[in-house]
């Protein structure tokens, strides 16, 4: 449940009990709840918060309470409405039945007849409201409830109350309508401010020709497009497309659809009463109107009239098309692209979620990763459509970006591979194997040579594969990883972003000329880097927030200080077509997380409400009581919550100490730190503390490669612990911890191998482990790995067992899993069945986000701030980001 739902839950108790979410709109949420007082269901729908901030809360009640009173029987009527939290609500009759558009949908044509009665019981809805002096401003199918096979006309008023409550105009100025373009009459699409009973006559019209054609009467990839067509052109007629439409009722459709509010219908009853007509009734109407009126109602124009205005209006096309154009707005707008969550999916200190899309150079479409069942695939959407497709055959894709003429999409894969396809789709090339599923960075320059990460280094390839080239020298390559890779205008040089060791807490903004191999560093602290045809060369600051500094492309060297461009940015996150549209994500308060006990039924509720951080990697010690979590701040420090509440800083030295284990005693706390060397690679060790705080902590295990999680056996003997490798592939280990303790290997081959768990009775281990090329759930007999038996097979990270070993526990996509376990001589597994969703709790991909308690009735987790996961989507940016930078 997120935020805005607790607070609603909470504000609302005793009066109104929110079941489930049923669907969102442009302004509102809708909950199915039910209405404690008179024991019903009802729809309960919350206004958008940023909407509600526009129009001021209590002038929009007031203006809606005077469609409380509206009754008939096609109207769905207003039960109540109201602020609650600072959140505006309106409640309304629960429909057991669908919405037109769901119909529509699902049908595209209705029987000609069922139309027609449709439209007329709407028509008899709308002409009881405008008796009363209510124009509901914004019919449209979804607007338009089918319950036991007759129409309900939902909303009524809303639009009405917005555009007349404080900010109605601000809405507009802002990019949020106050109707639908397909079904807006001409006079409210220019943005008249007195809105007649006409202008719902002309939206009805629209509705029931979809109905009758499957489609509006104007259509187009933009509202602009759309709204233009209203004003120019005349809708096709309804005949031709489906002959089977009655003569009367086209010629009642199109006077519906008549550009001037005076032509049409005197009212919406007459508009039902047209349509009762028979065909008789039609040619005796249409015949006593005149010779002066030609086919389906239209005027017959004098062929001089006719010629004076193709000429008048020839000139003004002219001076419209030769007259100096201004340059189109700035418009944003947030949007949703992901449709689950691919935090669990993605490495968050190498492949930040908010990187997985890409814009086409001409902003026509965007592409980005989604998963599905913990699969990931490619995902296009083109600038207007009203859904994304899936780019066939790009199973396991990461990180897409453009080719520099738009027409192929390039991405990494999770098994390491660097493929293209083409971006309508089709089959994909293998162009490189990286040799490094972890690090996904690559760009296209303008020759159309591929630069991409592998390995330790920058390589360089032709579009259709061969032997790629090192291109950077020894001495810069040495130990780092690179996290971005932007081209410079002409293909000389790239931006990328390097990281010294974990890109999770340091990198850098370097230049690397392609010709002479000369590297440069530019911005430190910071992630991601643009070059924008302004001369500014942008990146994100790791505290968060877009920056812009002068750059000289012959020199490459920044030429001014940095000037603050967009606040908040998440680092990373900020990607941008040549055309000037931008994509960013914004920070949303990762330190308002907070620790949630959940129950095998989904259930949550909070272990401490008043503690609030931005946690990671929670642990509970044996009996329960205790919990050591990772919290970053400044740095990232070991914290421990006792039973009474209180809670204690344990460790204070490094930038990073965490992903915490206790031993099976509950006296000791194992951790990962890098206070021996500072933030790279290999200064990651494994240390060992008293877990009461008592003593400072002390060197457990140093290997030659940084030591990312560890854990000691229930008996005290081993030490079994994850490391990435020479290649840079994650490798599970193990020690004695008396006598002979050489490190000997349990998991190591050529795909990565994390998120180790041992089993209570230490007889098995279980990993997340990439031999598919996706991450699934793994088991083998511990310590030696005599078999290896693969445990899920739709996705699986983050595997746990149950204290009495008879469970392993893991997450699938947004599920979380249980599969019984049956531990004798061999091991015997149950069949795997989800218990709850784990959507809006954190996950990760290189350690557990969560813990078992002793019973294995709950499971201790984090709860992510109840933030939607929208971008913010900005076109026409470039003259925004002038006037920002000559400040």
Not at 101 to 128: F, G, H, S, T
Not at 171 to 176: A, L, P
Request: with cysteine; charged share 20%.
């Amino acid at each position: 449940m997120n935020d805005a739902v607790s607070r609603l839950t909470a504000a609302l108790a005793g009066r109104y009990a929110i079941e489930r979410e049923l669907g969102a709109g442009g302004m509102a949420t809708v909950y199915l709840a039910h209405d404690v007082r008179h024991d019903r269901k009802v729809a309960l729908k919350v206004l958008r918060p940023e909407l509600s901030a526009i129009l001021g809360g209590e002038r929009f009640l007031a203006e809606i309470k005077t469609t409380a009173n509206l009754q008939h029987p096609h109207i769905l009527s207003l039960f109540d409405s109201g602020e609650a939290d600072g959140l505006v609500f309106y409640v309304m009759p629960y429909v057991e039945g669908e919405s037109l558009r769901d119909r529509l949908n699902r049908e595209k044509q209705l029987p000609v007849d069922e139309a027609v009665r449709i439209a007329r019981e709407v028509a008899d809805a709308l002409a009881y409201a405008h008796e009363r002096g209510v124009v509901h401003r914004d019919i449209k199918p979804e607007n338009v409830m089918l319950a036991g096979g007759h129409a309900l006309v939902a909303d009524f008023g809303i639009a009405l109350a917005a555009s007349r409550s404080d900010g109605g105009t601000r809405m507009t100025e802002t990019g949020m309508s106050l109707g639908t373009p397909h079904y807006m009459a001409p006079e409210q699409a220019m943005g008249e401010r007195e809105i007649t009973p006409k202008a719902d006559v002309y939206a009805l019209g629209c509705v029931l020709y979809e109905m009758l054609t499957g489609e509006p009467p104007f259509t187009g990839p933009t509202p602009q497009a759309i709204v233009a067509r209203v004003m120019t052109e005349e809708p096709r007629s309804l005949t031709l497309q489906r002959k089977t439409i009655p003569p009367h009722v086209e010629a009642a459709v199109l006077t519906a659809l008549e550009k001037l509010p005076a032509d049409r219908f005197g009212g919406a009853a007459a508009f039902a009463a047209a349509l009762g007509e028979t065909d008789a009734q039609t040619h005796r109407r249409t015949a006593a109107q005149g010779a002066g009126r030609g086919v389906a109602g239209r005027p017959r124009v004098p062929p001089a009239a006719a010629a004076a205005a193709l000429v008048l209006l020839a000139a003004l096309a002219a001076w419209g098309w030769l007259r100096p154009r201004p340059a189109p707005p700035t418009s944003r707008q947030h949007v949703v692209l992901w449709h689950y969550t691919l935090g669990a999916l993605l490495d968050p200190g190498v492949v930040n979620e908010a990187m997985q899309a890409a814009i086409a150079p001409d902003g026509s479409s965007i592409v980005y990763t989604d998963s599905t069942g913990g699969h990931l695939q490619l995902m296009r959407k083109l600038r207007d459509a009203a859904a994304a497709v899936p780019l066939a055959g790009t199973d396991g894709a990461l990180s897409p970006f453009f080719s520099e003429d738009g027409r192929w999409v390039g991405y990494s894969t999770a098994d390491g591979m660097l493929k293209k396809v083409p971006v309508e789709g089709g089959g994909a090339v293998t162009i490189a194997h990286r040799n490094d599923p972890t690090m996904t960075a690559a760009a296209w320059l303008d020759d159309g040579t591929l630069i991409y990460t592998g390995n330790v280094g920058l390589f360089a390839v032709a579009p259709d594969g061969g032997a790629p080239r090192q291109l950077l020298p020894e001495s810069v390559r040495s130990g780092a990883n690179m996290l971005t890779i932007a081209p410079l205008p002409g293909g000389r040089a790239i931006l990328y972003t390097a990281c010294p060791g974990n890109c999770g807490i340091q990198s850098s903004i370097h230049a690397l000329d392609l010709k002479t191999g000369a590297d440069r560093l530019l911005v430190d602290n910071a992630a991601g880097a643009w070059y924008a045809p302004t001369g500014q060369l942008l990146y994100t600051d790791r505290a968060g927030g877009l920056f812009a500094v002068g750059f000289d492309l012959g020199r490459l060297k920044v030429t001014s200080g940095a000037v603050a461009v967009i606040d908040d940015v998440v680092p990373g996150s900020f990607v941008m077509s040549a055309n000037g549209t931008v994509l960013y994500a914004v920070a949303t308060g990762g330190d308002q997380r907070t620790l949630v006990w959940v129950s095998r039924d989904g259930t949550a509720a909070p272990v401490d409400s008043s503690w609030r951080a931005d946690f990671e990697y929670p642990a509970l010690s044996p009996d329960g009581r205790n919990i050591a979590v990772s919290v970053h701040d400044a740095t990232t420090q070991l914290w421990m919550r006792r039973p009474d509440g209180t809670r204690q800083k344990l460790t204070g030295e490094g930038t990073t100490n965490w992903r915490p284990t206790f031993t099976a005693d509950g006296r000791s706390l194992v951790f990962s730190s890098d206070r021996r060397g500072g933030p790279t690679r290999n200064a990651y060790d494994l240390y060992q503390m008293p877990a009461d705080g008592s003593a400072p902590a002390t060197l457990l295990q140093h290997h030659t490669f940084g030591v990312w999680e560890g854990q000691i056996s229930s008996d005290g003997k081993w030490l079994v612990l994850r490391s990435d490798e020479e290649n840079g592939i994650s490798h599970i280990r193990a020690r004695r911890l008396a006598g002979d303790t050489a490190l000997m290997p349990l998991v190591v081959d050529t795909t990565i191998s994390i998120q180790l768990a041992l089993s209570p009775d230490g007889r098995w281990l279980a990993w997340s482990g990439y031999r598919t090329g996706h991450p699934e759930i793994y088991v083998a007999p511990f310590p030696g790995v005599a078999w290896v038996r693969q445990v899920s097979h739709d996705g699986g990270i983050e595997p746990r067992w149950s204290h009495d070993g008879r469970e392993l526990f893991f997450k699938s996509g947004s599920r979380f899993m249980a599969v019984p376990v049956a531990s004798a001589a061999t091991l015997t597994l149950g069949t795997p069945r989800e218990l709850f969703s784990v959507s809006g709790y954190r996950s990760a991909r290189n350690r557990q986000q969560y813990d078992v308690a002793p019973d294995g009735r709950r499971f201790l987790m984090i709860r992510e701030p109840g933030i939607a996961p929208a971008l913010t989507y900005v076109e026409n940016w470039f003259p925004e980001l002038k006037t920002k930078v000559k400040r």
